[in-house]
């Protein structure tokens, strides 16, 4: 029941509508993208393409995976953009954003008969996943002419534990 008010909460925040809040500065289509990392439960963690388009709306979206031996691990996030203000060179916005991470990791442990002598190994995956949904605010702050840092403050509902969660995000992405 959390999640789906959770969702209703995100869906009302970010559909007010396309108008330009006070303080918003026109359109600007040489900072209106970014590449670069995030990391964050609710926004996933990994590479990062990030797009705020002229109706103060954004979307940004993150991949991370990696195998390493018989272990592997895959995080994806989407995330929802509403620009609230744009001085030119900072931004504050809602943001909302669902991930998901999986890990998996091959296990061997010895088949044994039925006197308990080892007779061989048994291999099998041990999965471990979960998902995470959230809602929050964020300031993308320039560190320099073409990079900015994001900083999230999300609260996040973790599906492991059906908690909610006050839990940061950050990331670093290169405007253009």
Do not use: C, H
């Not at 959770?6 to 396309?18: Q, R």
């Not at 979307?59 to 996030?77: A, E, I, M, N, Q």
Request: aromatic share 10%.
């Amino acid at each position: 029941m959390r999640a789906a008010s959770v969702v209703l909460f995100l869906f009302v925040l970010l559909a007010t509508g396309p108008r330009a809040a006070s303080g918003q500065t026109p359109y600007d289509p040489d900072r209106n993208q970014s590449v670069g990392a995030m990391a964050g439960a609710a926004s996933g963690a990994g590479l990062m393409y990030q797009e705020i388009l002229p109706s103060a709306f954004g979307y940004r979206g993150t991949l991370l995976l990696w195998k390493l031996g018989d272990s592997s691990f895959v995080d994806v996030g989407v995330s929802g953009l509403r620009v609230l203000s744009d001085e030119g060179g900072w931004r504050i916005y809602l943001v909302g954003g669902l991930a998901y991470w999986r890990s998996s990791d091959e296990e061997q442990e010895p088949r044994l008969d039925d006197q308990g002598n080892a007779v061989g190994e048994r291999v099998f995956d041990d999965v471990d996943d979960s998902w995470a949904l959230g809602l929050g605010v964020g300031l993308d702050t320039p560190v320099s002419e073409r990079v900015a840092v994001n900083l999230e403050a999300v609260f996040t509902y973790w599906a492991d534990s059906g908690d909610l969660l006050p839990l940061p995000q950050i990331g670093i992405g290169y405007r253009f």
